[in-house]
């Protein structure tokens, strides 16, 4: 199914003034936005899983094996317009908002986390972690040939991304994916044959579960978050913190597997999410009862605003030194 003539006009107008209009921002509000980025990381050592082996080498007794999870994007879950976890308006001028009384209907932007973000969250000491680059890998895409919908709007979406980073300042994230920049996030035209294919799936079934989220093919959330398809807004959970936590992993995997811009690992079972505002949990499978009871245990958020962080295993090689000692601060 494609996208209507209107929205493809929309998409099409946002590459063109994305550079231009509503997308710059000032020196101090980027600082500003920094500042509060660094604040919704929470580097706790249970995500983290931090492991140390042997020698990387017969010859390199001074290089020892690290391996840990690594946090590599944040994801704001926000209803649309100029609305920012962040503390800065940053939409674009087509931002759409929604319905205030309707947590089911939200949207996700996803931001690669820098270094120094990561480094400040860390007291300093990230050199002891393998680092955002060594958690890069391709996503194999579920695009089908017959998807037109999604295949137009992807390199729509593409140049979107790419005047939107450019007229960002320096050191600020870069952004991966923003569902105001893609049609079909409201109105899952992109899935809605695969929904219709998948037809009865039992997600709140174990087995069925189990079966239906193999890696990289995944169509349920978990047993307790129902089904991943279609990957929209749209979300009939009646809690609106595991609503915005649908919404978050919905929009990692449509990045990830269908528009491509997603430059991690992106899979239910690789991955961990973790909810950094307005309550923080420990990192767990997206949709797993141990995360869904965390985040129950929290009061939704009355901003309707949600952040999550998705952290991805890595294996590196980190001299002792680095292990044992002190690190440099990472500066801006």
């Avoid at 976890?85 to 947590?103: H, K, R």
């Avoid at 279609?230 to 915005?244: E, F, L, T, V």
């Avoid at 869904?292 to 991805?312: A, G, K, N």
Wanted: hydrophobic residues 40%.
């Amino acid at each position: 199914m494609a996208f209507t003539r209107r929205e493809f006009n929309k998409l099409s107008a946002v590459t063109g003034l994305a550079a231009a209009t509503g997308l710059s921002l000032k020196p101090e509000d980027a600082q500003a936005l920094n500042a509060s980025l660094a604040s919704l990381l929470v580097i706790d050592p249970l995500t983290l899983s931090y492991m140390i082996y042997g020698p990387c080498c017969w010859w390199c007794h001074d290089k020892l094996i690290v391996s840990h999870y690594q946090p590599v994007a944040l994801c704001e879950v926000i209803k649309g317009g100029g609305d920012s976890a962040m503390g800065q308006p940053i939409g674009g001028p087509l931002s759409v908002g929604t319905d205030n009384n309707d947590y089911t209907s939200m949207h996700v932007r996803l931001w690669e986390l820098p270094a120094w973000a990561i480094d400040t969250a860390m007291a300093y000491q990230s050199c002891k972690l393998c680092g955002v680059d060594k958690a890069k890998t391709t996503n194999s895409t579920l695009t089908g040939m017959l998807d037109v919908c999604g295949a137009a709007s992807n390199i729509l979406q593409s140049k979107a991304l790419s005047a939107f980073n450019s007229a960002l300042p320096a050191c600020f994230p870069k952004l991966l994916y923003d569902t105001e920049f893609d049609p079909t996030w409201n109105t899952g035209c992109r899935d809605v044959g695969i929904a219709s294919a998948l037809g009865m799936v039992a997600c709140n079934n174990p087995v069925t579960a189990e079966v239906s989220s193999i890696f990289g093919a995944e169509v349920c959330i978990g047993t307790n978050w129902g089904p991943l398809y279609p990957r929209q807004m749209a979300s009939h959970n009646d809690n609106a913190s595991i609503a915005a936590g649908i919404a978050a992993y919905r929009a990692i995997h449509v990045s990830g597997f269908a528009v491509g811009s997603f430059p991690f690992n992106a899979s239910l079972s690789v991955g961990k999410l973790q909810q950094t505002s307005p309550g923080v949990t420990v990192g767990f499978e997206a949709g797993s009862l141990l995360l869904d009871t965390q985040m129950r245990l929290y009061p939704v958020s009355l901003e309707e605003i949600y952040t999550f962080v998705w952290w991805v295993p890595v294996v590196c090689c980190k001299s002792y030194k680095e292990i044992m000692g002190f690190c440099r601060p990472q500066v801006c």
